[in-house]
């Protein structure tokens, strides 16, 4: 069994072709290749901005309610907002909110889970430039968020979330950035959506079965069939194979059609599999889950730590195994508050009720904070501590001598977690009894009473870890004084922190 090496990384991969930030990060292993029988879901969320935790509860609405999507004339494609009906009812759900994403109107959200063990991930999927520049201005639709949480108020499957992507693009249009693809999975197999842009409301959908891996960075669909509409491992628009004729990129009466190869990327060096990817490929990772099986859910958080994968641009990190006829406030959930290369997996459920102020939002890296004042609503929970910053800080200490501190910090990292581990192996089953007996607020309170200590304990433990490797640095030597007057940077894309030992020819030998 072998994963992928948290220290060191071969000198080749620090030529590896870097792609745009803003992207993402989603994993899918089936349920015959999970140590537990249930579907496994592994991600990170890429964005400059904030990232809190939400717990939203289920709500019904009222007839003529309405809800607002869509983009701004601020998005790099300008768009213009509108409203669409909102649904009589929508189910409880725990997402990784976040506030920046120009011409994308906070708060946003990647996905999540939700009541039903649904799960969504959002990741990036750029589409070849004739559809970007085929879009009409101003655009109107439904966003990549928006499908997001539409999909967890909404769906009790995951078939059901890619039948109601493809309804709401119908109905309402499709706004985009360039092009997107949505990992939606439930106890059961996995679902690839990808949509594209160019204002014909195009879409497309995969399934991912029991015995499926697949990674998606960015995301991915290969070959379609003729038949797809008919076919239940296929989905898409009725326009998927005839927009590809009227515009010459397939032949008239195709059996297939390579969504990649005809709707994706036209790049030099682009491939579904090994294109496009920062430091190691979608197939290298593909190929280490496959060989873990049976994949645990200790192995797949290893994955989403990878210092490849969870650097500076991690916002947060999640891992969830849905299983089969899970009680609505026992659906699991391990969510890092940022990069988890430096930061714990804490479980939540879904039955907690209360998050703790300091995972909620902060002025941290959210939009607008350096050219506004707090609310003052706000003022509490702003004068807590920020779990997003703590280990933010964590990262970047680290990061000052990965080889010295980074096996460090793992080994508690992974450490604290087999503790949850052991705690959650006697809360579940308690709280199952309590919900048998008719106590489901009892169970309730245990929940909420494990998940939100285990979280101030992770930040305890963050505390310790920060002072040890600051003092450490101190009294060896020193804080490196900054080079340059610019403390952002200057280039989207631009790696300026992370822990790989070789990414950085210009750090010293002894500092890696």
Same mark, same amino acid.
């Given at each position: 069994?072998?994963?992928?090496?948290?220290?060191?990384?071969?000198?080749?991969?620090?030529?590896?072709?870097?792609?745009?930030?803003?992207?993402?990060?989603?994993?899918?292993?089936?349920?015959?290749?999970?140590?537990?029988?249930?579907?496994?879901?592994?991600?990170?969320?890429?964005?400059?901005?904030?990232?809190?935790?939400?717990?939203?509860?289920?709500?019904?609405?009222?007839?003529?309610?309405?809800?607002?999507?869509?983009?701004?004339?601020?998005?790099?494609?300008?768009?213009?907002?509108?409203?669409?009906?909102?649904?009589?009812?929508?189910?409880?759900?725990?997402?990784?909110?976040?506030?920046?994403?120009?011409?994308?109107?906070?708060?946003?959200?990647?996905?999540?889970?939700?009541?039903?063990?649904?799960?969504?991930?959002?990741?990036?999927?750029?589409?070849?430039?004739?559809?970007?520049?085929?879009?009409?201005?101003?655009?109107?639709?439904?966003? +990549?968020?928006?499908?997001?949480?539409?999909?967890?108020?909404?769906?009790?499957?995951?078939?059901?979330?890619?039948?109601?992507?493809?309804?709401?693009?119908?109905?309402?249009?499709?706004?985009? +950035?360039?092009? $997107?693809?949505?990992?939606?999975?439930?106890?059961?197999?996995?679902?690839?959506?990808?949509?594209?842009?160019?204002? *014909?409301?195009?879409?497309?959908?995969?399934?991912?079965?029991?015995?499926?891996?697949?990674?998606?960075?960015?995301?991915?669909?290969?070959?379609?069939?003729?038949?797809?509409?008919?076919?239940?491992?296929?989905?898409?628009?009725? $326009?998927?194979?005839?927009?590809?004729?009227?515009?010459?990129?397939?032949?008239?009466?195709?059996?297939?059609?390579?969504?990649?190869?005809?709707?994706?990327?036209?790049?030099?060096?682009?491939?579904?599999?090994?294109?496009? +990817?920062?430091?190691?490929?979608?197939?290298?990772?593909?190929?280490?889950? =496959?060989?873990?099986?049976?994949?645990?859910?200790?192995?797949?958080?290893?994955?989403?730590?990878?210092?490849?994968?969870?650097?500076?641009?991690?916002? +947060?990190?999640?891992?969830?195994?849905?299983?089969?006829?899970?009680?609505?406030?026992?659906?699991?959930?391990?969510?890092?508050?940022?990069?988890?290369?430096?930061?714990?997996?804490?479980?939540?459920?879904?039955?907690?009720? *209360?998050?703790?102020?300091?995972?909620?939002?902060?002025?941290?890296?959210?939009?607008?904070?350096?050219?506004?004042?707090? $609310?003052?609503?706000?003022?509490?929970?702003?004068?807590?501590?920020?779990?997003?910053?703590?280990?933010?800080?964590?990262?970047?200490?680290?990061? =000052?001598?990965?080889?010295?501190?980074?096996?460090?910090?793992?080994?508690?990292?992974?450490?604290?977690?087999?503790?949850?581990?052991?705690?959650?192996?006697?809360?579940?089953?308690?709280?199952?009894?309590?919900?048998?007996?008719?106590?489901?607020?009892?169970?309730?309170?245990?929940?909420?009473?494990?998940?939100?200590?285990?979280?101030?304990?992770?930040?305890?433990?963050?505390?310790?870890?920060?002072?040890?490797?600051?003092?450490?640095?101190?009294?060896?030597?020193?804080?490196?004084?900054?080079?340059?007057?610019?403390?952002?940077?200057?280039?989207?894309?631009?790696?300026?922190? $992370?822990?790989?030992?070789?990414?950085?020819?210009?750090?010293?030998?002894?500092?890696?």
């Amino acid at each position: 069994m072998q994963r992928l090496d948290l220290v060191l990384v071969s000198a080749s991969l620090a030529l590896a072709p870097v792609s745009p930030a803003l992207a993402s990060y989603a994993f899918y292993v089936g349920k015959n290749l999970t140590e537990g029988g249930g579907v496994m879901i592994g991600g990170t969320g890429e964005e400059v901005s904030s990232h809190w935790l939400e717990i939203v509860p289920a709500q019904a609405h009222d007839d003529g309610e309405t809800i607002e999507v869509g983009v701004t004339e601020a998005a790099s494609i300008p768009g213009r907002l509108i409203e669409i009906p909102q649904a009589s009812e929508t189910f409880r759900y725990l997402s990784m909110s976040y506030s920046d994403y120009e011409g994308f109107p906070a708060p946003l959200t990647n996905g999540g889970i939700n009541e039903h063990s649904v799960a969504v991930r959002d990741v990036w999927a750029p589409n070849r430039d004739e559809l970007v520049e085929m879009t009409p201005t101003p655009q109107e639709g439904l966003q +990549y968020s928006d499908l997001a949480r539409l999909v967890l108020e909404r769906a009790t499957t995951a078939r059901e979330g890619v039948e109601l992507i493809g309804e709401l693009i119908a109905e309402h249009g499709y706004a985009t +950035y360039g092009g $997107n693809t949505h990992l939606i999975a439930d106890a059961d197999e996995g679902w690839v959506v990808w949509e594209f842009a160019g204002g *014909q409301g195009l879409w497309a959908a995969e399934r991912l079965g029991p015995d499926d891996v697949r990674v998606l960075y960015p995301g991915y669909i290969e070959e379609v069939p003729a038949d797809y509409l008919d076919n239940p491992d296929f989905a898409g628009s009725e $326009n998927l194979f005839g927009f590809a004729v009227e515009q010459g990129w397939i032949e008239e009466g195709a059996g297939s059609l390579n969504v990649f190869e005809v709707y994706g990327s036209q790049g030099d060096g682009d491939e579904a599999r090994t294109g496009g +990817y920062k430091y190691v490929t979608q197939a290298e990772i593909e190929d280490e889950l =496959a060989g873990m099986e049976p994949v645990t859910v200790t192995e797949m958080a290893a994955m989403v730590r990878d210092p490849r994968i969870a650097d500076d641009e991690a916002g +947060y990190g999640q891992v969830a195994e849905l299983v089969a006829d899970t009680d609505p406030d026992l659906v699991r959930i391990w969510v890092a508050p940022t990069g988890s290369v430096t930061a714990p997996f804490n479980p939540w459920w879904l039955g907690v009720r *209360q998050v703790p102020p300091q995972y909620a939002q902060h002025r941290y890296l959210t939009k607008d904070a350096a050219s506004s004042f707090l $609310n003052p609503d706000y003022r509490d929970q702003e004068a807590t501590e920020f779990a997003g910053r703590t280990f933010k800080r964590l990262m970047y200490l680290t990061c =000052a001598r990965p080889g010295a501190y980074l096996p460090i910090v793992v080994e508690a990292l992974e450490g604290f977690e087999a503790q949850s581990m052991e705690g959650v192996s006697w809360v579940e089953p308690a709280a199952r009894a309590l919900i048998g007996a008719g106590d489901r607020d009892g169970a309730v309170s245990l929940l909420t009473h494990y998940a939100t200590t285990r979280a101030d304990e992770a930040l305890e433990m963050g505390n310790v870890m920060v002072d040890a490797l600051e003092g450490h640095l101190h009294l060896t030597r020193g804080l490196a004084d900054p080079e340059g007057a610019l403390i952002n940077d200057q280039w989207e894309g631009g790696e300026t922190v $992370n822990c790989l030992a070789q990414a950085d020819p210009d750090r010293p030998s002894d500092e890696q």
